[in-house]
């Protein structure tokens, strides 16, 4: 049979049990996580046998086909790594930047970047802090996915200062605007002051989902826009010790534990 053939019948079994979804491949070899591998296949960047699949659901054999990443042969990696970086302003959490920014791959020795490691989530670029970096899909998609719940910690400078009111509306949920137009009522979150200087305030602040910017914006909606964010914690994880713009690995009981509230929360 013809690679085109042999695609094609790849292409029209989605629900076969044999073979391993393209996207989960690449996300077990540290490509990528599974949704942003998702994403690599709809534009056209992924090859199987010199072929361009754009379609989702696509089954390939590890051990057989050949696959390809915007040109580059992908093999699978068998060490897992997990790794905590303290994140500075200005660096993009993604592991390649076509606008060649500084990424946050840049902040890990080259061993650590060739095991094909990248971000688990996003800060954006003007927020610092805590931020996890693996080569593990699974373990990736299950802290970021929806249907999980892990807990994210944040300290964040706002101009003003909060009332009461402003402060309860956080606690409740506020709606915010997305990008499409659309209006998204975001959930509870935890909220305390634990500072005023000057014309700002300290907040600490701790969600259990992550949309797109959404500490500044869930701030903005109540009035006080944020002069400036870090992410201090994930779940029991903290940056203690870990100074801006260095990283640890996670211990075998942190990746434990991440994995067990990203379940129970």
């Given at each position: 049979m013809?690679?085109e053939q042999n695609?094609e019948?790849k292409q029209g079994s ?5 073979g391993?979804?393209l ?11 599974r949704r942003?591998?998702?994403e690599?296949?709809?534009v056209?960047?992924?090859q199987?046998?010199g ?7 696509v089954?390939?054999d ?5 696959i390809?990443?915007d040109g ?6 068998n060490?897992?790594v ?7 302003a200005g660096?993009i ?18 061993e650590i970047r060739q095991l ?11 927020t610092?802090g805590l931020l996890?970096l693996?080569?593990d ?8 996915h ?5 807990q ?10 909060p009332?009461?009111e ?20 975001t ?10 200087s000057g014309a700002?305030?300290s ?6 989902e992550g949309?797109k910017?959404q500490v500044?914006r869930?701030?903005?909606?109540v009035g006080?826009?944020v002069?400036q964010l870090?992410?201090v914690?994930v779940g029991e994880?903290?940056?203690q010790?870990v100074a801006p713009g260095k990283w ?7 990746v434990?534990q991440l994995?067990k509230e990203?379940?129970n929360?």
């Open positions: 013809s690679n695609l019948q989605e629900s076969s049990p044999e391993v979804r996207a989960r491949f690449l996300a077990h070899a540290g490509v990528a996580s942003h591998a998702e690599l296949i709809h056209g960047r992924v199987v046998n072929q361009t699949v754009t379609t989702q659901g089954r390939i590890p051990e057989r086909d050949q390809y990443v580059k042969r992908v093999q699978p990696t060490r897992k997990y790794i905590l970086v303290n994140k500075p660096y959490s993604t592991a390649y930047d076509p606008q060649q920014r500084p990424t946050v791959l840049a902040l890990v020795p080259p094909r490691v990248y971000p688990v989530g996003r800060l954006d670029s003007d610092s996890l693996t080569n899909g699974d373990f990736a998609l299950q802290l970021t929806p249907r999980y719940s892990t994210k910690h944040y300290e964040a400078l706002v101009q003003g200062h009332t009461a402003a402060l309860e509306s956080l606690r409740k949920g506020v709606s915010i605007n997305e990008d499409d137009g659309s209006v998204y009522r959930s509870p979150a935890d909220v305390r002051v634990v500072g005023q700002g305030t907040l600490i602040l701790t969600l259990h949309h910017r500044r869930m701030l903005r909606a006080y826009p002069r870090t992410r914690g994880l903290t940056l010790d640890r690995y996670l211990t075998d009981a942190e434990r994995r990203s379940t929360d």
